[in-house]
């Protein structure tokens, strides 16, 4: 009897909440309706006491069973309501996802820093140190150490900035690496990387004060092959997987054999374009094995060690790679070039 | 140097064509700048005859034309005012349709007033041709050809352009190059095909040279050798269409026989020499000496110089008549009148060349060979080349025997001959007998047992072992070279240093915080200082003077780089642009203090001796616009001390700067050391910037961020108990700072202490004036306990009492 109606209870139920509780409120109604103090399942369950004593539990699990049916069913439900009013007021909550963004501007490294960084980290890889040295340099550093006399034409007073007759501001990072071999006993392997001057009229491709970097490698047994390996490896890093090099033998007075260093054009690939005067290669480097002259100069017996060295413009090189026409751009620092890096 | 093929091809046998040459060049050392085909601008004109000319309907100037150039006819309308119903028969250059010209211009199919025109009727002009070179020519109006001319004939090949000309790049170490003779030689080695040097044979049939004149050197150590022949009988006048031909090609404009010769011979082998008038020369002597101080001469460009002792003349028995190596004077010019010529061929020592000429300020053709070096062989050669030309030419009689005063002769340098040390230092495997060809091929020898190179006279620049490798890798190729990649050698960490890395910690935390890097000249005017307001005797005037400034904006090595920075803020706010954050990390130059004067700058050890100027690094970082203030840029700095580890620093006032504004400026120190300057600019200075009145800017010495750095940290354990926040409002003087609350609260709040912020300043109406209301968060923490309330009022009650002692705060 009781069963049978616990058992109607629970069907009625199911049924109108499938179909008749469409929102909070009625879910709410139908909880009090069932389950509420006056609720029929409270009431049902009133007349427990009138059973006997071997349907009690069985009508007693019986009833708890059909509760918890309806707390589940309930609880489903009020979810179910939940996700769907949130739904709908998510529907409302809608932003211009065109409106410009509010982030706090980095600032924006100098094109000069930045290729200088991406060279030493090629260099830093390979095992070299970072080696500085004065700019304002004694002119025995400068030239004469570096196997440069006297009357050699790249003294002329028309390229070099003199402080007097023996101090003048370097017209290379060269000097850096007689200081480093006058104090620093080979393996050596530093790159030098700085600011240098030479005495030119700004225009769109010179500047009185510009920046170098230049390789040296002394120790035993270092062969021209490997300064080609060297470069090879390096202008592949910088320029990219397809660069290719071409050694030209040229005149330093302190590298012997000396070479000047192509590599293919990074537009053109090599085949001819405006950037390479149709000639498929751009000059980038100048290279060689250190001079015995140079190397008995700093203490260092040529007859055990060899040595290379090679140096580029850092100028040169951010123009190539950023497609800058005039170099005074990187020198005037309008924020409208700067803030594009 | 501009050299044409066909000229290298009277020394060497070329079968190759000139695209391959020049990478062979190129490949060996000897740069290809550029290569120009003659007659490259002239395409598609031929000679044609005039058929017919008829008056032009419409036009009165222009009249109709009917030409051939072989098959069929072509109407051209043409305006030249020399082509008439008479110039019909005449033979003239005929440009086709699809032809272009030297200036550019490509004919097409047009009409003029209405009347169909096929091409052109050119002009001397038009071909680009020098007027002076075909007098007959009109100078208005079309070229009129002989009569016998064949029609059909490509211009190019009417006027024989059709010669290659290669423009080279001679590095200085190789002034043998700079000759026809040099290159071929090069070009002979390279392609292995054999140089004909042309063999001198003389007839000499005039009488001794010594009876006409002397020749006395008084200093050999700047005229090494002087060679002189004296021609007689000469006949000036246009030298042959062979020899105008190649110097033309060469750029070398044809003069008369004698001057041409000279000029060829220069071209030839590298030796410039003189012509002088013999009938002109006081005495017949040749006196070879320095000019006295102060000596005028009149050189052959009219224009009176002024010499000095450590430069050389020629003299005749009276005056200078050259300067030698550099140009000629007036008094003894080759004219259409002279008949007796000495031709000079002589070397003078080249950094006295090139001091002369600088001193003088004249660069000449001659000058630029002298100063890069010539050797003593060549010298006789051209010479004797020289008399030979006028021999072939029939310029004049060459008088018997030449003039050759030389102290001494240099000896061939011998060199150790090592191939395994060769192939050591290229990472090669040339065989010896590959090695060997290549040093013969450029003329070196060997001695018996070849195990030394015997180096020719005229590569002075081969001296040492290094300089034979180099002949043999370049033969060799460079770019045969196999790479290699320091395999087993050189085994170094590398790395940046300490200092490396905290610089560019530095400058990734400045660019974070929303500033670029800019980059300015190391050197600025010494009116900056005026511009940044410094006093008369300000320390930061006194800077290092570059000697030859490019003018007087760049003429000082910068003590500061605020000028740099000021200008650059100026720049980008006169271009409006609206608000600019900017940093540099550059050097400052300060000279040095000891006292140098002592020393002298002819001493060799001067380098050890003296100190250099001493560089800085500063970071330098300005900004206008936007809310950029004082606070901005001091949380900056903040940042970059965070980012440091830098944990002691403090702020003190600085209302003496006169670059800063004394209201808005601190000074920073770290453990007492001055690290550097924050502030508003000073309104005067701003004036003279022409900056944005509220710029600011701040110099840190980056040595010092350095030296009280640390790139180590340990990780503090996440705090287990809660904090305690106590707020804190006090009214204050307006004159007592933050900094000075901090201290005290910091000082007092005992070992609970965690951090402090402040929230709020107020002035106002509700406030007495003259004082301020603050108020601080004040947070405590016990690492190990919940803090109770009694522990926290306790420190509150100790902070409350030492602000009203210290600072009369009156809380609220
Ligand atoms: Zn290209």
Redesign the interface.
């Known amino acids: 009897m009781l069963k049978d109606q616990l058992e109607q209870i629970r069907e009625q139920a199911q049924d109108q909440i499938k179909n008749e509780v469409k929102n909070a409120q009625q879910l709410d109604e139908f909880r009090v309706k069932y389950l509420g103090k006056k609720g029929e399942l409270t009431a049902l369950l009133r007349g427990m006491s009138e059973l006997s004593a071997e349907e009690r539990p069985i009508i007693g699990q019986l009833a708890n069973d059909v509760r918890s049916f309806l707390e589940n069913k309930i609880q489903e439900a009020a979810q179910e309501f939940e996700k769907s009013a949130m739904a709908d007021e998510l529907k409302n909550d809608v932003i211009d996802i065109t409106m410009p963004g509010k982030i706090k501007k980095l600032g924006k490294k100098h094109p000069l820093t930045s290729v200088t960084e991406e060279i030493e980290e090629v260099f830093i890889s390979m095992g070299y140190e970072i080696a500085e040295g004065p700019e304002i340099e004694f002119d025995y550093y400068n030239f004469k150490a570096l196997n440069t006399p006297e009357d050699h034409p790249a003294r002329d007073l028309q390229d070099t900035f003199y402080i007097n007759d023996r101090i003048v501001l370097r017209t290379q990072t060269s000097p850096v690496q007689i200081r480093v071999m006058e104090n620093t006993k080979p393996p050596i392997k530093i790159i030098c990387p700085g600011r240098v001057y030479r005495s030119d009229i700004a225009d769109a491709t010179h500047t009185p004060v510009f920046h170098q970097i230049e390789a040296l490698v002394v120790d035993k047994g270092v062969t021209m092959g490997d300064l080609i390996g060297t470069l090879k490896l390096f202008a592949k890093k910088i320029f990219g997987e397809n660069t290719n090099i071409r050694l030209r033998p040229h005149h330093f007075p302190f590298t012997e054999p000396s070479a000047e260093v192509d590599v293919s054009c990074w537009v053109c690939g090599g085949v001819g374009c405006r950037v390479c005067k149709q000639e498929g290669w751009i000059e980038i480097l100048g290279a060689g094995m250190v001079h015995p002259n140079v190397l008995e100069m700093c203490g260092i017996d040529s007859k055990e060690y060899s040595g290379f060295a090679f140096g580029l413009g850092i100028e040169r090189t951010a123009m190539g790679k950023y497609n800058i026409d005039d170099l005074r751009l990187l020198y005037e620092n309008d924020i409208r070039f700067v803030s594009q890096f | 140097m501009k050299i044409p093929v066909s000229w290298i091809k009277d020394y060497v046998d070329i079968n190759i064509d000139t695209d391959k040459l020049c990478d062979i060049f ?4 000897t ?1 290809v700048d550029g290569v120009e085909k003659q007659g490259d601008k002239i395409k598609n004109v031929f000679t044609g005859r005039i058929l017919e000319v008829t008056p032009h309907p419409d036009a009165d100037k222009l009249r109709v034309t009917k030409v051939t150039t072989g098959d069929g006819e072509v109407q051209i309308v043409t305006g030249a005012p020399n082509i008439t119903e008479e110039s019909v028969g005449k033979i003239v250059p005929v440009a086709l349709v699809g032809a272009e010209l030297p200036d550019g211009k490509k004919i097409s199919k047009g009409k003029l007033r209405g009347v169909e025109s096929c091409g052109m009727l050119c002009s001397v002009d038009e071909l680009d041709l020098d007027p002076d070179e075909y007098p007959n020519a009109s100078d208005h109006g079309i070229w009129i050809l002989p009569d016998e001319t064949p029609i059909g004939i490509d211009m190019r090949d009417y006027l024989k352009l059709t010669d290659t000309i290669i423009d080279f790049e001679i ?4 002034p043998d190059c700079l000759s026809v003779l040099g290159v071929a030689r090069e070009a002979s080695a390279l392609l292995a095909q054999p140089f004909r040097k042309p063999t001198i044979n003389l007839k000499e049939d005039g009488v001794s040279v010594n009876e006409l004149v002397s020749v006395e050197v008084l200093d050999y150590e700047l005229c090494p050798r002087y060679a002189a022949r004296v021609v007689t009988d000469v006949k000036i006048g246009p030298s042959p269409a062979w020899m105008q031909s190649k110097l033309k090609a060469s750029g070398i404009r044809a003069i008369n026989n004698i001057v041409d010769i000279t000029n060829f011979v220069m071209l030839e082998t590298g030796q410039p020499m003189h012509g002088f008038d013999l009938d002109k020369i006081a005495d017949s002597k040749i006196i070879v000496r320095r000019a006295a101080s102060g000596e005028k001469v009149v050189t052959l460009d009219d224009k009176e110089r002024t010499l000095n002792n450590d430069m050389l003349v020629i003299s005749d028995a009276n005056s200078a008549i050259a300067v030698a190596g550099i140009m000629g004077c007036g008094n003894s010019e080759v004219d259409s009148d002279t008949t007796t010529i000495l031709f000079e061929s002589a070397i003078f020592n ?2 006295c060349v ?1 001091r002369g000429s ?1 001193h003088i300020g004249i660069r000449t053709e001659s000058s630029g060979r002298f ?1 890069k070096g010539l050797d003593l062989e060549t010298t006789i050669y051209a010479l004797d080349r020289a008399a030979m030309l006028v021999e072939m030419i029939g310029a004049g009689r060459v008088c018997k025997d030449r003039i050759d005063c030389v102290q001494r002769m240099p000896e061939k340098k011998r060199i150790t001959f090592n191939p395994q040390r060769i192939n ?5 495997n040339i065989p010896t007998e590959q090695m060997v060809d290549i040093l013969v091929s450029f003329e070196f020898e060997f001695n018996e047992t070849v195990s030394e190179v015997i180096v020719p006279i005229f590569r002075q ?1 081969v001296e ?4 034979i ?2 002949e043999i ?2 033969h060799f190729d ?2 045969n ?6 395999e087993g ?9 300490y200092e ?1 890395k905290i610089r ?1 910690n530095i ?1 990734d935390t ?14 600025i005017s010494p009116k900056e200082f005026d511009k940044l307001n410094l006093p008369q005797d300000d320390t930061l005037r006194n800077a ?7 003018g007087e904006d ?1 003429s000082i ?1 910068r003590t500061t780089t605020l000028a740099s920075m000021l200008e ?1 803020l100026s ?2 706010y006169n ?1 409006r ?1 609206e608000d ?4 540099e990390m ?2 400052v ?1 300060i000279p040095s203090d000891q006292d140098d004067e002592q020393v002298s ?1 002819n001493d060799e050890g ?2 050890k001796k ?1 100190t ?2 001493v ?1 800085i690094p500063m970071l330098t970082i300005g900004a206008y616009g936007d809310g950029a203030d004082y606070y901005e840029i001091k949380g900056v700095c903040e940042e970059v001390f965070d980012k440091l580890k830098i944990k002691k620093f403090n702020y003190e006032p600085v209302t003496d700067n006169p670059t800063f504004h004394p209201g808005k400026t601190a000074a920073i120190y770290i453990k007492g050391e001055l690290a550097g300057i924050i502030g508003e600019i000073h309104p005067l200075v701003v004036q003279n910037y022409e900056c944005g009145k509220d710029t600011i800017a701040a110099y840190l010495l980056i040595d010092v961020l350095i030296k009280n750095s640390s790139d180590k940290m340990k990780v503090k354990p996440l705090p287990k108990f809660p904090a305690v926040t106590r707020d804190i409002a006090m009214v204050v003087d307006d004159g007592i700072s933050a900094g000075k609350i901090d201290a005290i609260v910091k000082n007092k709040a005992g070992q609970i202490f965690e951090s402090l912020k402040l929230f709020d300043v107020y002035k106002g109406e509700q406030l007495k004036s003259g004082t301020k209301s603050i108020a601080y968060s004040i947070i405590f923490r016990s690492p190990d306990r919940t803090l109770t309330d009694d522990e926290v009022n306790k420190s509150m009650d100790n902070i409350y009492k030492a602000l009203k002692e210290k600072l009369g705060a009156e809380l609220r």
């Open positions: 190129t490949l060996s050392g740069k590095t200085p170490n190789r080249r950094a090139r600088k100063e050591q230092l290229l990472g090669t620049d040492i072992e290094a300089d490798i180099e890798a370049r460079y770019n070279i196999k790479p290699t990649l320091l050698k050189a085994t170094t960490v590398g790395g940046r240093s490396q560019k400058l400045v660019l974070s915080c929303g500033y670029s890097e800019i980059y300015t000249y190391s050197f290092v003077q570059i000697k030859n400034p490019l760049f090595m650059c720049i980008n271009r642009a600019v954050r900017l940093f550059a050097n130059y700058e001067y380098h003296v250099l100027p560089q």
